[in-house]
């Protein structure tokens, strides 16, 4: 497997693999690899010939106060998970080979992310939309996959590809989770074991809510009632929001019909947690 560090050097890797006529499919990360990251390299691996893994914790998804600094990185046990699953290459450029002095250049998607986690982490999604579409541009992949657990991410994405007339697919993997519920998540290293245990009714209301709508209730506002009152039932537990949108376009409903996202976003102690679910009725 090969590390790569600059973007001339990416793009002369891809260059060859194109020219020997194989199908590039990317995997932007953040790295501190989990489970979560692993399935989508695996599924990654099926769908094409040649997979490349970006690790990059991209200084410009953070806001002010956030964990950019602390974000935990372990590059050696990274490339050695990634390298078990059949990646490639991994592009692990420095933050000067990405921004170098007098950057100047953002991409944004509008009304997508305005709402749940673009109202708590304002500039959020245009230091995602401007990274992914550098990555996008100096891997040039066929197909790129992110993850579910990531639902506002993965929507406003889909919506830069098909608005910038984006050549390549854009995949989607369902949520990978802890044998007890909780998500999989670089930020659970953060969690004391009391905050571990405290994480579980993050799922446990997600389960919920799904209970309630399978047993008939229609009204997001009674839903999310019930879903705060577990959440703030939990000491330990600051809600940020709890929401159900249109799983489509993110707009706000009243009435659950058709593929809805049921949404949240909780401090579990300093840790801020996002999970959510997709329910169909
Ligand atoms: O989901 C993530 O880890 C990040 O937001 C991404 C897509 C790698 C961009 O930095």
Do not use: W
């Amino acid at each position: 497997m090969r590390i790569i560090h600059t973007v001339r050097e990416m793009r002369d890797y891809v260059r060859g693999v194109k020219l020997a006529g194989h199908t590039v499919a990317l995997v932007p990360t953040m790295g501190y690899l989990h489970e979560g990251h692993l399935a989508l390299m695996r599924r990654a691996k099926e769908r094409c010939d040649v997979v490349v893994a970006s690790i990059f914790v991209n200084p410009k998804q953070f806001g002010v106060g956030e964990d950019f600094e602390r974000y935990p990185r372990d590059m050696a046990r990274d490339a050695r998970l990634a390298e078990e699953v059949g990646v490639d290459a991994i592009f692990n450029p420095p933050v000067e080979e990405m921004y170098p002095a007098g950057y100047n250049t953002y991409v944004e998607v509008e009304k997508l992310t305005e709402g749940l986690c673009g109202a708590a982490r304002p500039g959020h999604f245009r230091g995602v939309t401007t990274v992914v579409n550098k990555l996008f541009n100096i891997v040039q992949p066929d197909v790129a996959f992110f993850g579910q657990k990531d639902a506002q991410q993965a929507i406003v994405i889909r919506q830069m590809v098909a608005d910038l007339n984006m050549p390549l697919e854009i995949v989607i993997v369902p949520i990978v989770r802890e044998p007890d519920g909780l998500a999989m998540s670089s930020r659970n290293v953060y969690l004391t074991p009391a905050e571990r245990e405290a994480a579980l009714v993050l799922y446990r209301t997600l389960q919920r809510a799904n209970g309630l709508i399978m047993a008939g209730e229609r009204s997001v506002p009674a839903v999310l009632t019930e879903m705060r009152r577990m959440l703030e039932a939990e000491p330990l537990a600051t809600v940020d929001y709890v929401e159900i949108r249109d799983a489509g376009d993110l707009s706000v409903i009243d009435t659950i019909q058709g593929r809805v996202l049921v949404a949240l976003a909780v401090f579990i102690g300093r840790t801020r947690l996002i999970d959510n679910l997709l329910v169909e009725v």
